[in-house]
């Protein structure tokens, strides 16, 4: 069973500051995905990411994939309050079986005070 | 186009009681999802369907059954309703055309067993 292990599980910062989450697994993924969820409603995907070592960036969000293609970071420079919400990572793995299912992480809940 | 839209938004049931709940998307995708949202737990898959008239279980599928009867709908049916079953439950689809396709989630139905 592939596990996700997504840190922090809360951050709570103050608007114009910066802020990192992680998304660590022992498994290899081919390809990781980033999703932002507002309360009540469903998950939005942000970005995905598939080659190890890519870098993408999404106006103040910067996404990585890990060389080796188990770990990911979601970078978010001068934080805004729009930006609350519960960020969740999912691996997915290509492959006639696969079927697109996803393996996702806990989430990380994040409040950002005007 | 509505997406994926879920039936119902809200519902309480007592203990043995069974329900329900429907999927519905409008984007023509294969692959269809049911998921559960449980606090500090992301999402976990309970079964998914890769086109109409097939079903495979997830990651938690028991005291669930599901069934896709025409592919623009997937339903998730609970026989006997118990509190464990307390959540909240997003349906998502995908084309289904690789591996790494994005979900499409609904609003998800939040579900109390009393």
Known sequence: TQLLEQSPQFLSIQE??????????SSVFSSLQWYRQEPGEGPVLLVTVVTGGEVKKL???TFQFGDARKDSSLHITAAQPGDTGLYLCAGANAGGTSYG???????TILTVHP | NAGVTQTPK???LKTGQSMTLLCAQDMNHEYMYWYRQDPGMGLRLIHYSVGEGTTAKGEVPDGYNVSRLKKQNFLLGLESAAPSQTSVYFCAS???TSG???QFFGPGTRLTVL
């Open chain 1, 16 to 25: 114009g500051e910066n802020l990192t989450v992680y998304c660590n697994s």
């Open chain 1, 101 to 107: 299912k996803l393996t996702f992480g806990q989430g």
């Open chain 2, 10 to 12: 809200f519902r309480v």
């Open chain 2, 94 to 96: 995908s084309p289904g």
């Open chain 2, 100 to 102: 790494i396709d994005e």
């Open chain 1, 59 to 61: 106006k103040r969000l």
